[in-house]
């Protein structure tokens, strides 16, 4: 069946790196956009960052600009997130999910049981 499946989320200190993953089951995610989102418990969910299917529009939220890295391999059927420079603010779970529109609308779906990041000293 459908469904996205995040992983890579760990533990780490701040000023740290993590790389998360996001792979897809049961259909392709190369004619797809991606997306990354986020909520921490008692807020909302926040886009992170986005990339379309052919990585030639990206997306980053301002928070995480200059720090994080949203890209692809269509041949492996993953995209990454990597996030450098880990802040306590960026703890929360981290969901991928698709969009066949983005960047003309973003439509996401399909949204993935996430991985948490915990950004502690």
């Known amino acids: 069946q459908v469904q996205l499946v995040e992983s890579g989320g760990d533990l780490v200190q701040p000023g740290g790196s993590l790389r998360l993953s996001c792979t897809s089951r049961?259909?392709?995610?190369?004619?797809?956009?991606v997306g990354w989102f986020r909520q921490a418990p008692g807020k909302g969910r926040e886009a992170v960052s986005y990339?379309?299917?052919?990585?030639?529009?990206?997306y980053y939220a301002d928070s995480v600009k200059g720090r994080f890295t949203i890209s692809r391999d269509n041949a492996k059927n993953t995209v990454y997130l990597q996030m450098n420079n880990l802040k306590p603010e960026d703890t929360a779970r981290y969901s991928c999910?698709?969009?066949?529109?983005?960047?003309?609308?973003?439509?996401?779906?399909?949204w993935g049981q996430g991985t948490q990041v915990t950004v502690s000293s």
């Open positions: 999910a698709r969009s066949p529109n983005w960047p003309l609308t973003p439509d996401f779906n399909s």
């Open positions: 990339i379309d299917n052919r990585m030639r529009a990206t």
């Open positions: 049961g259909f392709s995610l190369n004619n797809y956009a």
